[in-house]
């Protein structure tokens, strides 16, 4: 925890991802960007638990992560609120905040700005995540409000709710995966993806809106991703990026993306998808393709009104 003044401002770990490693004229982020093209890193996670319960992060700033900035692996009970995380989007594998393997998990009230996903909710072989909720959180330059890559363990009952993403960083930087919403994972580490619910959530400048991608990576194996019900009910795009796109895409014809769009307003409706049996309401996108069915129904609420804070 930390103690946050009258301006704003709160403790902060840094982790000096951009500055020259000891003995070396490397930084960790130029390691992860080289390791990007062949070998390997070792870089250090900022803030990690594992088998953690009950543990509080509040009022902290954690920036330049060399690596993720917050890895909440296995346990229960997490909190994260008010945490401001800052790094440039040009800085490799550096995510925000994942829960894994984790359940009972609240994001809320939180800044991140990273080089890699916001949220990424992720879940090992015989291990769910569930029970999670990312409310008035606020992504910049990142790869956006993600699940996956590892589903295995299966994901159920993820909210994300009230939040919003901006595709620049603070300082000019466009991330390199400019993602809104996105589920993603592959045959090597797939499993079933139900009960996920996007709420309110705006978008500007950003290029790959909404993203269901079940060959995210050239896996081989037997887990297969099922992304078995998804909700997006309240979802804008403002000053979206050129040539910006949808994706919606289930596995194969026995493991079709099942998805509800209501209350949808992009200002980019281009869209292709596969396997994929799509609800509409109130939506100014449509899907056709292979495998594709679309229906409409009878739903509720509305199109939010987008703000976008400053950081």
């Known amino acids: ?70 890895l909440l692996k296995g346990g229960s009970g997490m909190t994260v609120w008010g ?22 998990v609240l994001v809320n009230d939180s800044y991140i700005q990273d080089g890699d996903d916001c949220i990424a909710v992720k879940s090992d072989s015989g291990s769910p995540a569930s029970g999670i909720t990312v409310e008035n959180t606020h992504c910049w330059g990142t790869h956006g409000l993600s699940i996956g890559s590892q589903t ?33 994972s592959d ?3 797939g499993g079933t993806v139900t009960g996920v619910t996007y709420q309110d959530i705006c978008m500007t400048g950003v290029k790959d809106l909404i993203v269901m991608n079940p060959n995210y990576s050239s896996g081989n194996g037997s887990s297969i991703p099922n992304f078995a019900g998804v909700t997006l009910n309240g979802v804008v795009a403002v000053n979206s990026a050129s040539s910006a796109t949808s994706q919606l895409d289930g596995y194969s014809s026995s493991d079709p993306l099942n998805i509800t769009l209501e209350n949808i307003k992009l200002d980019a409706t281009s869209t292709s998808a596969e396997y994929a049996n799509v ?21 509720s609420g509305s199109v939010p009104s987008c703000s976008f804070p400053s950081f």
């Open 83 to 104: 945490i401001r995380i800052k790094t440039p989007a040009d800085s490799r594998n550096t995510d925000g905040v994942d829960p894994e393997d984790a359940s009972n």
């Open 279 to 299: 609800k509409l309401y109130d939506s100014n996108i449509t899907a056709s393709g292979t495998g594709v069915s679309v229906s409409n129904f009878s739903g």
């Open 187 to 189: 045959s090597s580490a």
């Open 1 to 70: 925890m930390g103690t946050q003044n009258s301006a704003g401002s709160q403790g902060i770990v840094d982790g000096r991802g951009g500055q020259d490693m000891l003995n070396t004229s490397e930084t960790w982020w130029a390691l992860a960007e080289a390791a990007k093209s062949g070998g390997s890193q070792n870089n250090p996670k900022l803030v990690e638990s594992g088998g953690a319960n009950n543990l509080t992060l509040y009022d902290i700033d954690l920036v330049n992560s060399p690596m993720y900035h917050v």
């Open 152 to 184: 295995a363990g299966g994901v159920n009952n993820v909210t994300f709710v009230n939040d919003t993403l901006n595709g620049t960083d603070t300082g000019g930087i466009t991330s390199s995966s400019n993602n809104g919403i996105r589920i993603k």
